[in-house]
């Protein structure tokens, strides 16, 4: 008999690794560590390889992992909460692992469109592996659905993808994603979407309407600091059986099985973690706001974020738990508050428990040509803030004693 489904994503969380599949009813996932699986006779092995009904299940786990699959399920689960239960995910050893392969299997013999504010390694990847591998790759404001139409109509031959960050890296900024998809898909094209910085805890990007999104689960998924990974959740059919899959293993970027596994108990809390990580960034925004040692903010829960309507459409269940922000004194204040830092740990990375600093134009994003860095928002006083799970006025006074 099969379960009722909460369509509430902090119940889905709570019982993301129930498995009726395990002969001993484990309370929690088992976690299969094992290279190789064997078969009950020469006929079974026989048709998995010729993929006829009756083969064995699995052969081996750089191809498939019933501990992998599982996290596959779960985060296949946790994306459909919005209400769009025809999913299906694929795992892999890294967030730039999910990227790589959704843009350069989806993108493939065609033009990618990708907002110019990215990830650094995204924008890496777009700037030069890309091409080399027979994607061409071009960029717009993805603040600007009219920015978006100029490049639909500039673009030298056929469109296969958009690609977005749903809060872009490390600018804070917000795509109209409803909008964008719509014109995208008159298009024929698929809209990819890192949501890496909001979960779908904050955002459900499909249901907005975009076909495959994108996480590194090393941050708020894993949720500890202790595991790297990525995931690519879409739309039936367009991951699994397809180029996304031959990707991934003749690549060989599917995680192991007990990053996967650590992966799956992050799950668990990712719901109340994601509420509280919410709730300090809020607190410390308002904070930073008033304080006149600051001169810059960006946080969407701030109505003077210049996306804030966008965001309470987009975000209904909060903001995240991101800041980006910038000191009156500049790159030299900024570097000398993250040396005086005595909670906040100095550390590239987001999304863990304790709260990370770091200075994205001499760190993430130190390998981007000045002028893309100046045109994207990254200034060199720009501070990024991952607001962990700590007290917020300890939190408070740690930046506040730091500024001086």
């Known amino acids: 008999m099969s379960k009722q489904k909460s369509q509430d994503i902090r119940t889905r969380c709570t019982h993301v ?44 786990s750089r191809i498939e992992n019933p501990t992998v699959q599982l996290l596959e399920n779960a985060m296949a689960d946790l994306e459909a909460h919005g209400g769009q239960e025809d999913l299906e995910a694929l795992a892999f050893a890294s967030g730039m692992s999910a990227i790589s392969a959704g843009i350069m299997a989806l993108g493939k013999g065609g033009v990618v469109l990708a907002q110019d504010a990215l990830y650094a390694g995204t924008d890496q990847l777009k700037e030069g592996l890309a091409a080399e591998y027979g994607v061409t790759v071009n960029t717009f404001d993805g603040t600007s659905v009219q920015s978006f139409e100029q490049a639909l109509a500039e673009a030298e031959g056929p469109i296969k993808l958009v690609y977005l960050e749903s809060i872009a890296n490390p600018v804070m900024r917000l795509t109209d994603i409803h909008a964008i998809s719509s014109r995208a898909h ?23 309407g975009a076909d495959v999104v994108a996480y590194s689960t090393t941050k708020y998924q894993g949720g500890h600091g202790n595991i790297v990974g990525g995931v ?43 509420e509280r990580h919410g709730e300090n960034a809020m607190a410390v925004a308002q904070w930073l706001e008033k304080d006149p040692r600051v001169s810059n903010v ?3 829960g701030l109505e003077s974020h210049p996306d804030h309507e966008l965001a309470k459409r987009e975000m209904p ?44 134009a001499s760190m993430t994003h130190a390998d981007l040509d000045p002028e893309v860095r100046r045109r994207t928002g ?15 006025d300890d939190l408070i006074a740690d930046l506040d004693q730091a500024m001086g």
């Open 186 to 208: 008159d298009t024929g094209a698929l809209v990819m979407i890192d949501n890496t910085f909001c979960t779908p805890y904050f955002m459900q990007p499909i249901a907005l």
């Open 232 to 274: 690519l959740v879409g739309r039936k059919g367009l991951l699994h059986d397809g180029e996304v899959q031959k990707y991934r293993k003749f690549f060989g970027g599917i995680p192991g099985p007990f990053d996967a596994w650590l992966t799956l108990q992050g799950l668990k809390t990712m719901a109340v973690r994601m």
């Open 378 to 392: 990254i200034t060199d006083g720009l501070v990024r803030l991952s607001v962990g799970l700590e007290a917020v």
């Open 298 to 300: 960006w946080y969407p």
């Open 317 to 360: 269940n909060g903001f995240g738990g991101m800041i980006g922000f910038e000191l009156a004194g500049g790159a030299q204040a900024g570097a000398s508050m993250m040396n005086r830092v005595q909670l906040c740990t100095l550390a590239v990375s987001l999304g863990a428990v304790d709260t990370l600093i770091q200075h994205p």
């Open 17 to 60: 690794d129930h498995t009726e599949s395990d002969p001993y009813r484990s309370h929690v996932a088992p976690i299969y560590q094992t290279s190789t699986f064997s078969f009950e006779s020469v006929e079974a092995g026989a048709k998995y390889f010729s993929h006829e009904e009756g083969g064995a299940s699995h052969c081996y």
